[in-house]
């Protein structure tokens, strides 16, 4: 991250928070993540950078969801429209793999299961092991 801000590369340092923002998100911490997606998403809506948006949205999601179900399902459909529009097939997928978690723990194990079926066929498209994993939790 210092790097990319010593160079002056917005997009870059955005990148990189986002990454570092997923690393403690798997550790299980959501307080960094949170207090620090917001300054990523906003550069990356500055720079009109819409895939790295939809992956900053799918990860605020992730951070809330333990807070809210409801409302990562709501950000991870709002981030899958736009990873859709701009055809990012492995950040869409992951979206969906995403919105399939959110959406089975409020209940809506029809969503949930479309959901996953959606990923599948993203990761199946250059990603087998990924949708072979996914593949498994359709129920």
């Known amino acids: 991250m210092r790097l990319a801000e010593r160079f002056g590369d917005e997009a ?7 990454g570092r923002a997923e ?3 798997v550790q299980g911490d959501v307080s960094w993540p949170r207090s620090k997606l917001g300054r ?21 999601a992730r951070a809330r969801r333990g807070a809210t179900s409801a409302g990562a399902a709501t950000r ?39 959901a ?6 993203l990761y199946a498209a250059g990603a087998a092991p990924a949708a072979a994993e996914i593949a498994a939790l359709i129920k």
């Open 12 to 18: 870059l340092s955005s990148l990189a928070l986002a």
């Open 23 to 25: 690393l403690h998100l």
């Open 40 to 60: 990523a998403a906003a550069t990356y809506e500055r720079l009109q950078h819409p895939v790295g948006l939809a992956e900053v949205w799918r990860l605020e």
């Open 76 to 114: 991870l459909g709002r981030a899958a429209e736009l990873a859709r529009g701009q055809g990012s097939a492995h950040t869409l997928a992951e979206i969906e793999r995403d919105l399939s978690a959110a959406l089975e723990a409020i209940g809506d194990v029809a969503g949930a299961r479309a």
């Open 116 to 121: 996953r079926e959606r990923a599948v066929a």
